[in-house]
């Protein structure tokens, strides 16, 4: 059985950062696709980056462009937080996809519950 589970969130300063780390099991090792997404209360769940397990390739939202970094390889991905600001507050979750890597909340079959990211003086 496929499972997700996120950790690092918490309470930072605007200017801040944060590591936040997905660890997962039940995988298969080949051809999927760690995304990463964030929802604010009342507002839609939103793409922030994914990486395409097999080459390291990433790409981001422009909204974190230049301020958030995602690695990881076929069991565990980290997304740095840096330079954050108050519109960075959200739920920020982890999902696998086992095809093309999108930034589409519901192209992604596994989730894990999120951790929460505060950013405030």
């Known amino acids: 059985q496929v499972q997700l589970m996120e950790s690092g969130g918490g309470l930072v300063q605007p200017g801040g950062s944060l590591r936040l780390s997905c660890a997962t099991s039940?995988?298969?090792?080949?051809?999927?696709?760690m995304g990463w997404f964030r929802q604010s209360p009342g507002k839609e769940r939103e793409g922030v980056g994914y990486?395409?397990?097999?080459?390291?390739v990433t790409i981001y939202a422009d909204s974190v462009k230049g301020r958030f970094t995602i690695s990881g390889g076929a069991t565990r991905s980290t997304l740095f937080l840096n330079s954050l600001k108050p519109e960075d507050t959200a739920m920020y979750y982890c999902?696998?996809?086992?095809?093309?890597?999108?930034?589409?909340?519901?192209?992604?079959?596994?989730w894990g519950q999120g951790t929460p990211v505060t950013v405030s003086s």
């Open positions: 999902a696998a996809r086992w095809a093309e890597c999108t930034f589409v909340a519901g192209d992604y079959s596994a």
């Open positions: 039940g995988f298969i090792h080949s051809g999927k696709c």
């Open positions: 990486i395409v397990t097999g080459s390291g």
